[in-house]
């Protein structure tokens, strides 16, 4: 079974720029979350998407933003680039979305965003 | 102040030692806890995961939570140089939707 695919792998853009970032789950997993890993605030939760809906977003600016398709394959986008927002951009799939009853979480291996 | 705090260390331990791993935390309403092994340029895998407080054993690794001190652990028996490695804790409410809470993340490095 494949894991989670995130493309591209690495990134180079300018501030100013827009990104789009993708994510395919395992098959049969409807929900993707995304996180934001950097050296210095670590692993942050972007939002979580399950059947198209955005159920839950992180304390991020609007200019993150997200979407899920009918195949639960899903993007985020980030409008407006700044030097901060280089990072490790990770994406994650579950069945349901509820770890909370011990669903694993599967994370990809990140796309490293570089703003330069 | 962080709500889950975890020491960055590095971590450097021979071969077969006993590792220990640990967060605090300050919110009272977690209610899931997590530790994920993390190799370099690879996502988070995880490897324990438990409900509320107690213990849990999974082969070579134990994990325990004491709600009353907002305090969870992880220990590492017969410590190999493949278990080198970054290990981040999480937390998550109820009804949480996957939205972890993670500390800071602890590297450790096991030398033969």
């Known amino acids: 079974k494949a894991g989670v695919t995130q493309t591209p792998r690495y990134l180079i853009k300018t501030r100013g720029q827009q990104v789009t970032l993708s994510c395919s789950p395992i098959s049969g997993h409807r929900s993707v979350s995304w996180y934001q890993q950097t050296p210095g605030q670590g692993l942050q939760f972007l939002f979580e998407?399950?059947?198209?809906?955005?159920?839950n977003k992180g304390n991020f600016p609007g200019r993150f933003s997200g979407r899920q398709f009918s195949n639960s394959r899903s993007e985020m986008n980030v409008s407006t680039l700044e030097l901060g927002d280089s990072a490790l951009y990770l994406c994650?799939?579950?069945?349901?979305?509820?770890?909370?009853?011990?669903?694993?979480?599967?994370f990809g291996s990140g796309t490293q965003l570089s703003v330069l | 102040q962080k709500e889950v705090e975890q020491d960055p260390g590095p971590l450097s331990v021979p071969e077969g030692a006993i590792v220990s791993l640990n967060c605090t935390y300050s919110n009272s309403a977690f209610q899931y806890f997590m530790w994920y092994r993390q190799y370099s340029r690879k996502g988070p895998e995880l490897l324990m995961y438990?409900?509320?407080?107690g213990n849990k054993e999974d082969g070579r690794f134990t994990a325990q939570v004491d709600k009353s001190s907002k305090y969870i652990s992880l220990f590492i028996r017969d410590s190999q140089p493949s278990d080198s490695a970054t290990y981040l804790c999480a937390m998550m409410f109820s009804g949480g939707y996957n939205k972890l809470i993670f500390g800071a993340g602890t590297r450790l490095a096991v030398h033969p």
């Open positions: 994650a799939s579950s069945t349901r979305g509820q770890v909370a009853t011990n669903e694993k979480l599967f």
């Open positions: 998407y399950f059947s198209e809906t955005q159920r």
């Open positions: 438990t409900y509320s407080s």
